[in-house]
């Protein structure tokens, strides 16, 4: 992180907010910045950055489920009981079709 802050010019905890998808829409120019210190395509880099996002977006929806099961008074050694639920829901699904 040091080391390409350095090489391109931009702050350390800027690059850190972008890799955590804190910064979620980084200029072009500090894009190019980035892929030309990487030596990557910047449509490689750019579709990088869209995967951390969906990914970002997939783990706060898990993150808002587990919230959801704590506030419903589910425990954590309880969870394996539910997967009977799901494993059902997946039979049903797979047999509708």
């Known amino acids: 992180m040091s080391e390409l802050s350095e090489r391109t010019g931009i702050s350390k905890s800027y690059l850190s907010n972008i890799e955590r998808n804190l910064k979620q829409n980084p200029s072009i120019h500090v894009m190019e910045k980035i892929a030309a210190v990487l030596k990557v395509d ?3 880099l750019l579709e990088i950055n ?13 993150m808002e489920f587990i919230y959801d099961l704590k506030q ?20 049903h699904n797979d047999n509708a079709k």
Do not use: A, N, P, R
């Open 42 to 44: 910047l449509k490689t």
């Open 50 to 62: 869209t995967e951390m996002e969906v990914k970002h977006h997939l783990d706060k929806e898990w």
């Open 72 to 91: 419903s008074g589910i425990e954590k050694d309880q969870i394996h009981e539910y997967k009977i639920v799901i494993d059902f829901v997946k039979w």
